[in-house]
């Protein structure tokens, strides 16, 4: 299934209040809640375009593809269907067809998503998705993922980086799964950060012009609290 891959421009969004954010960093600095919760207060659209990534990995697992060879997981990139509901009070994303939103949470699929994410032909496809997805967000959209201010999204109105120290990443995390071993959490973070940094195309990375954000030290309340504000500030000037 091939995507057309648009720009998102200023002018292809008519509404006065629409804006397109992007929220990047890596797992477990809070990205998810917080841009949930930022769209729902400011009456956006919400994209989590891991879950994309992830949701292909699920069904490359489920359909044969060995997903440590990079030419079959290149071949099988424009096969599933995969459709992403953008209300951040309740998102969803099926893959042709079903929903795939508790499956693709398994520890099989984050311990491949790496490795499927890296090759070319996938980002192309899933990026091709989430620049479409964004484009068709008349509304405004809050979009956030890994590589969202470098490649998927460079034009956007306002970038976010997101960080935190990998000990308060390994805590959240250990805390989102019961009986989970915080050391080892901390060690598969850092590796995930080295794949998603190193690999060659769109790797992890904050855009030159992303506004950091640490929040080893913030509650959510105040993360959202000050992606809020920048939003504002950022309408206010515009």
Known sequence: MS?????????????????????DGPSGTGKSSTSKAVAAQLGLSYLDTGAQYRAITWWMLNN????????????????PVIVSGTDPAGPTITVDGEDA???IRTQEVTSKVSAVSAVPEVRTRITGLQRSIAAAARGGIVVEGRDIGTTVLPDA???????ASPEARAARRSGEVKGSDLAATREALIKRD????GRTTSPLAKAAD???????????????????TLVGEKRVAT
């Open 157 to 163: 109105d306002i970038k976010i980086f997101l960080t």
């Open 210 to 228: 992303a506004v950091e954000v640490d929040t080893t030290e913030l509650s959510l309340s105040q993360v959202i609290e000050c992606v809020v």
């Open 101 to 103: 939103s508790g499956p």
């Open 64 to 79: 044969g593809v060995d997903v440590s060879d990079p030419s079959e997981i290149a071949t099988a990139a424009d096969k």
């Open 194 to 197: 080295a794949a998603d940094s």
């Open 3 to 23: 995507t057309t891959v648009e720009t998102v421009s200023a002018a292809a969004r008519t509404a006065p209040a629409a804006v397109i954010v992007a929220i």
